[in-house]
């Protein structure tokens, strides 16, 4: 069992907004969260006195050097996150690093060498995964509720209007697909449960040669087909379906579900509600760092998983880009 009563102490490298969702769960159920840095002290000081944080530092590199702290969680920009990340391992920090957890394959390998030298925890933060209604979506995937599985269909969008927005700019890793493409078929690959086989693909591209909307279709073997759209140019919309011989599953809040969340089964003998408690939001993730790093155990979300992820993510967007059939 995990040790709760030994606080597990953790620093936030950055002040972004995702931060809100985590300060919390950070700080509960035997977490402390002892410091948070910025590049400006002013920053990270006053930060630090709105959320009540014991710790304020100026740099990410004086975090790091904290003795006191056990874990940092990483939610700058998406193409720092490999840099900071390993930088985290080499201070002997486990690590909770925001998804995507790098922009190509490479990244991932070189934070699974990170962890194995370094002996610590990295973890990409896909909070959905730690709902277990992931895992009931599974069961009635692969248990004939449904018949032989035949393809997937996800969403995530929303409008972004926000000028100047990281996500819109390409030097950080900007694009509806990396930011929130990364969902459905995070979830697609995790109910099929095997690697993608090929995929294709079209975007919308913004004049920075960002994606704004993408549109992917992702070959699985068996003739498993999965659909996924992501954009930054329609109103908000998450759903994923998963379709078989013998009826569907509907799930309306995949990404962010609530602690009773829902599932629709729809056979031909009618449409009946499955009901599954969880955790509240982001506290899974957290807790899941905990566990791994006390216990010595993967975490729910390897970074093997996260290789096969990014590797779809990069075939799409390749896809996206040349028009053609892409293996991944």
């Not at 400006?40 to 790091?64: C, F």
């Not at 089964?265 to 955790?279: L, N, Q, R, S, Y």
Request: one cysteine or more.
């Amino acid at each position: 069992m995990t040790d709760t009563a030994t606080p597990f102490r953790w620093g936030i490298l950055g002040v972004a907004r995702i931060n809100r969702s985590l300060v919390g769960p950070l700080a509960s159920n035997g977490h402390q969260l002892l410091a948070v840095a910025s590049r400006s002290l002013a920053r990270a000081k006053t930060y630090a006195d709105v959320q009540g944080i014991p710790r304020a530092y100026g740099s990410y590199e004086e975090l790091l050097a904290d003795p006191e702290i056990d874990a940092v969680y990483i939610p700058l920009p998406h193409s720092l996150h490999v840099e900071w990340a390993v930088k985290a391992a080499e201070a002997g920090k486990h690590v909770l690093v925001e998804k995507p957890v790098a922009l190509e394959g490479a990244g991932v390998r070189t934070l699974q060498s990170a962890a194995r030298t370094h002996d610590v925890v990295i973890t990409e933060a896909f909070m959905y995964r730690h709902h277990p209604i992931v895992a009931k979506a599974r069961e009635l995937t692969h248990d004939g509720t449904i018949g032989r599985l035949q393809g997937v269909r996800g969403t995530f969008s929303f409008a972004l209007d926000r000028p100047g927005d990281t996500r819109l700019d390409p030097e950080y890793g900007g694009g509806s697909l990396w930011d929130v493409g990364c969902y459905p078929v995070s979830f697609a690959r995790t109910i099929v449960g095997v690697r993608p086989v090929s995929v294709q693909a079209a975007a919308n591209w913004s004049p920075a040669k960002v994606d704004l909307s993408c549109f992917a279709q992702i070959l699985f073997p068996d003739d498993v087909v999965a659909h996924v759209h992501s954009s930054f140019e329609s109103p908000f919309k998450t759903e994923m379906e998963i379709i078989g011989s013998e009826g569907r599953l509907l799930i309306r809040r995949p990404f962010k579900p609530e602690t009773s969340e829902t599932i629709e089964v729809m056979t031909a003998k009618g449409t009946t509600t499955v009901t599954v408690e969880g955790p509240a939001l982001y506290q899974g993730e957290v807790d899941d760092v905990r566990a791994a790093a006390r216990e010595g155990r993967p975490p729910l979300v390897t970074l093997d998983e996260s290789l096969d992820n990014i590797e779809t993510l990069v075939a799409i967007l390749k896809a996206a880009r040349n028009g053609n059939t892409v293996d991944v």
